[in-house]
């Protein structure tokens, strides 16, 4: 008992001691955003030009879902540092998610936007994933009209096939799911299956089973199939 009354003794001090930077970074893994937003701001004014606490706060505007407040950090990180193809992606996606809390038309404001970001974090890094998933789903969900493309589409999807099998088929299959092809989703769903074998793959064709194609029956039978390997 008398080392617990120590430790709550100390623990301020301890914080106390350390710099806003670090202090920033134990309320962040802790999930204590508001806090570590806090000793971020402080850490900022400290060191202006930092990177890392820049990141930092973009991160947890994000964690916060402020995807406004989230947006100048990371395009000031693209400017800084315009061949860090994961700066261009967290940009992108806070542009991104503004545009999904957004009104329509606000949304579409922002598409060109996020594909530009999208594209230069695959230009800075070639086999950038997350930056093709996420191209992937503007073009299936933008009208034809105001720039979406099923072929753009197709063409990410691709290229995601080269660099990662399992995320090819898998984005294959949500292409198809997306425009009711469910036929076609299935048999994409299942090649990603055999080739990944993961829970990803297994739950992805169970929820088309459940939700798309009103085979719950077979949606359980997919993910006990799935329970059963793991097993072995």
Same mark, same amino acid.
């Given at each position: 008992?008398?080392?617990?009354?120590?430790?709550?003794? &100390?623990?301020?001090?301890?914080?106390?001691?350390?710099?806003?930077?670090?202090?920033?970074?134990?309320?962040? =893994?802790?999930?204590?955003?508001?806090?570590?937003?806090?000793? &971020?701001?402080?850490?900022?004014?400290?060191?202006?030009?930092?990177?890392?606490?820049?990141?930092?706060?973009?991160?947890?505007?994000?964690?916060?879902?402020?995807?406004?407040?989230?947006?100048?950090?990371?395009?000031?990180?693209?400017?800084?540092?315009?061949?860090?193809?994961?700066? &261009?992606? =967290?940009?992108?996606?806070?542009?991104?998610?503004?545009? %999904?809390?957004?009104?329509?038309?606000?949304?579409?404001?922002?598409?060109?936007?996020?594909?530009?970001? &999208?594209?230069?974090?695959?230009?800075? +890094? *070639? +086999?950038?994933?997350?930056?093709?998933?996420?191209?992937?789903?503007?073009?299936?969900?933008?009208?034809?009209?105001?720039?979406?493309?099923?072929?753009?589409?197709?063409?990410?999807?691709?290229?995601?096939?080269?660099?990662?099998?399992?995320?090819?088929?898998?984005? %294959?299959?949500?292409?198809?799911?997306?425009?009711?092809?469910?036929?076609?989703?299935?048999?994409?769903?299942?090649?990603?299956?055999?080739?990944?074998?993961?829970?990803?793959?297994?739950?992805?064709?169970?929820?088309?089973?459940?939700?798309?194609?009103?085979? *719950?029956?077979?949606?359980?039978?997919?993910?006990?199939?799935?329970?059963?390997?793991?097993?072995?």
């Amino acid at each position: 008992m008398k080392y617990l009354i120590m430790f709550l003794f &100390f623990a301020p001090l301890f914080m106390w001691s350390q710099t806003h930077f670090q202090n920033g970074e134990i309320c962040f =893994k802790r999930e204590k955003y508001e806090q570590a937003k806090i000793e &971020f701001e402080q850490a900022q004014k400290e060191k202006p030009n930092d990177e890392k606490v820049l990141e930092y706060l973009g991160d947890i505007q994000c964690h916060l879902q402020h995807w406004e407040a989230a947006i100048p950090y990371y395009k000031k990180l693209t400017q800084w540092q315009p061949t860090n193809a994961d700066y &261009f992606y =967290k940009y992108g996606g806070a542009l991104a998610m503004k545009a %999904k809390s957004s009104s329509k038309l606000s949304a579409l404001l922002l598409v060109d936007d996020m594909k530009a970001a &999208f594209e230069k974090a695959i230009q800075c +890094n *070639p +086999n950038h994933i997350g930056a093709r998933w996420a191209l992937i789903e503007i073009y299936i969900q933008v009208p034809s009209l105001l720039g979406g493309s099923e072929i753009k589409a197709q063409k990410y999807s691709n290229e995601l096939l080269k660099i990662s099998p399992v995320d090819g088929y898998l984005s %294959k299959g949500h292409i198809e799911e997306y425009f009711k092809r469910y036929s076609n989703a299935e048999k994409q769903y299942l090649k990603a299956i055999e080739i990944g074998n993961s829970l990803t793959t297994y739950q992805q064709l169970a929820s088309l089973y459940k939700n798309k194609m009103n085979q *719950p029956e077979k949606a359980k039978q997919i993910l006990a199939a799935y329970n059963e390997k793991k097993k072995s």
